[in-house]
């Protein structure tokens, strides 16, 4: 009798812990089934790579998307905090997806602004999401070209325009990509010098007036273009580093540029969920855009939009861990905010 009760408490246990499972949307818990080569076909339809014609590319990309498959699913099988999937850079081995993705720009960034940190006496809010107060544009795409900086840095002042002024621009990343010279355009960048070019400028551009390439054969910066100005910024501010309390200030009043580590086969195939410390590591290398957090969830998190389409990720954008133990954050996420400033 006292083995049968054991039984029933060793059963009852283990149905206790299958409970707290994750369950895996329908999409990604179908990669589980069906041939690599099935899923292979159903990638190539929704993100027709330029190689799609090119027998010898497709059976060589097969082979490299095939192995990652295989490392999704070990990852997803250990019911972490996040789950993986296809993304437009699940055909890329590690390196290429570094190369034509990343930022080594980032790695030496330093906080640039003599200015002081105007969020100091904002009282955080418990969550904020600015997309749901319509400050922040739909997810852009910078293609094969290292440009997260730009991006990161319109986001930042698409936000701030709409706070002040009301009005919701797309900003134009192809202006800051070829008429930024201090920057690298596709070879990397600063946000920082970014805000520095559009405040020497005297503005910057729209994206319907100046339209994003990834891949221009030869860049320019035309006068007509770089003389528009359709948005304004009078400063920027660096947030203070590694402080989690001063980012949820600055986020509770404003989208924030900031710079993470991204080079991690996680963020390559990241679908959802929040990434933890188990995610990335602090080595900067992606410019991206925070535009809210949630300290009330079961797992708190930063709320993060990322320039790879929508396809990536939650719809483009990513939740990370906001209580972790490294004092840089979540993937070096408090090593270096900065917010651009529009004087009413």
Not at 32 to 39: D, L
Not at 78 to 106: A, C, I, V, W
Request: aromatic letters at 10%.
């Amino acid at each position: 009798m006292m083995n049968k009760y054991l039984t029933l408490a060793v059963l009852s246990a283990l149905l206790g812990c299958a409970a707290t499972v994750q369950a895996l949307p329908e999409d990604i818990e179908a990669l589980n089934h069906g041939t690599h080569f099935e899923h292979y076909t159903s990638w190539l339809q929704e993100h027709k790579p330029g190689y799609m014609n090119d027998v010898d590319q497709v059976a060589d990309r097969f082979k490299v998307f095939a192995k990652n498959l295989d490392k999704i699913r070990e990852i997803n099988a250990e019911n972490r905090s996040y789950y993986l999937g296809l993304t437009g850079l699940t055909d890329l081995t590690q390196e290429e997806y570094r190369k034509f993705y990343l930022n080594p720009e980032l790695k030496n960034v330093k906080q640039t602004s003599t200015s002081k940190f105007t969020h100091a006496n904002v009282e955080a809010v418990d969550k904020i999401d600015w997309r749901d107060k319509g400050a922040v544009t739909p997810v852009k795409n910078q293609g094969m070209c290292g440009s997260c900086w730009a991006f990161s840095s319109t986001g930042s002042m698409e936000g701030i325009n709409f706070i002040q002024n009301g009005k919701l621009v797309s900003l134009s990343e192809e202006q800051l990509v070829n008429c930024d010279k201090v920057d690298h355009g596709c070879g990397g960048g600063l946000m920082d010098q970014a805000f520095q070019y559009v405040i020497k400028n005297g503005g910057i551009d729209t994206e319907e007036d100046f339209p994003y390439h990834a891949f221009a054969l030869w860049r320019t910066c035309p006068a007509d273009k770089e003389s528009e100005h359709a948005v304004v910024i009078n400063d920027f501010v660096d947030v203070p580093v590694q402080n989690k309390d001063a980012l949820l200030q600055a986020l509770s009043a404003q989208p924030v540029s900031i710079a993470i580590e991204a080079d991690h086969f996680v963020f390559q195939n990241y679908r959802g969920g929040v990434i933890d410390s188990a995610g990335c590591g602090t080595q900067l290398d992606h410019g991206v855009l925070a535009v809210g957090f949630d300290t009330t969830a079961d797992t708190p998190y930063w709320i993060v939009k990322n320039s790879w389409g929508a396809s990536w990720g939650e719809s483009g954008y990513v939740r990370m861990a906001i209580n972790v133990t490294d004092p840089k954050g979540q993937c070096g996420i408090l090593s270096c905010p900065v917010y651009p400033v529009i004087n009413k």
